[in-house]
């Protein structure tokens, strides 16, 4: 099956800066990388996601860039602010959803 | 529109006992899946649901289970509890039909199992 690794496990950045999470995935059939976010306590909720047919994709602060010679992805968020802090997991879907293990974001004020 | 509701939130059990899970999609999704979301392990996949039908399972023991009803709820059981068990079981529904591509993934708040 697929094999999706996510690093860092943990980022901490200050306010304004910019964090980036990264995503390596196995199976080139997979055609679809969505990006969760989960703040402590709620539900993961989806933020942004990409299909193979693009390379890049922006939505206000947040971006996802694919690149599928190398079989990665990765989100990036500029201009953090507090309500930022999250665990964010990233998915590949092939046949059915792969998760990574979660990269908990700390932006401090 | 009702998001997606999982019943219990929080139960506790113990090694050997057995347990039923339960989740209300949002109306109109009739695809399901389940996941095992555990610290350090993310969200496993469990099985996936489409019209009453098993379409997908994870390389999880016989001792996990599912079914999907003709309303689109869902339950899955986990028999003989063991202590590795404990997690948070996440419930989504999506407009995915089996065969057209993906769709976005709605979960619900998830169902805190603690096997004592």
């Known amino acids: 099956g697929e094999n999706v690794e996510q690093h860092p496990s943990t980022l901490s950045v200050q306010e304004g800066d910019s964090a980036v999470i990264k995503c390596t995935y196995s199976d080139s059939a997979s055609n679809y990388f969505p990006w969760y976010k989960q703040e402590l306590g709620k539900r993961p909720q989806l933020i942004i996601d990409?299909?193979?047919?693009?390379g890049e994709k922006k939505d206000q602060r947040i971006a996802v860039t694919l690149n599928k010679t190398a079989k990665h992805f990765s989100l990036h968020i500029t201009e953090t602010q507090p309500e930022d802090s999250a665990v964010y997991f990233c998915?590949?879907?092939?046949?059915?959803?792969?998760f990574g293990t979660g990269t908990s974001l700390t932006v401090i004020p | 529109k009702a998001g997606v509701t999982q019943t219990p939130r929080y139960l506790i059990k113990t090694r050997g006992q057995q347990v039923t899970l339960s989740c209300s999609p949002i109306s109109g999704h009739r695809s399901v899946s389940w996941y095992q979301q555990t610290p350090g392990q993310g969200l496993q996949f469990l099985f996936e649901y489409f019209s009453e039908t098993q379409r997908n399972k994870g390389n999880f023991p016989g001792r996990f289970s599912g079914r999907q009803f003709s309303n689109s709820r869902s339950e899955m059981n986990v028999s003989t509890l063991e202590l590795g068990d404990s997690a948070l079981y996440l419930c989504?529904?999506?407009?995915?039909?089996?065969?057209?591509?993906?769709?976005?993934?709605?979960f619900g708040e998830g169902s805190r199992l603690t096997v004592l």
């Open positions: 990409i299909r193979s047919n693009v």
């Open positions: 989504a529904s999506s407009l995915k039909v089996p065969g057209q591509g993906d769709g976005e993934l709605f």
């Open positions: 998915a590949v879907f092939g046949n059915q959803f792969y």
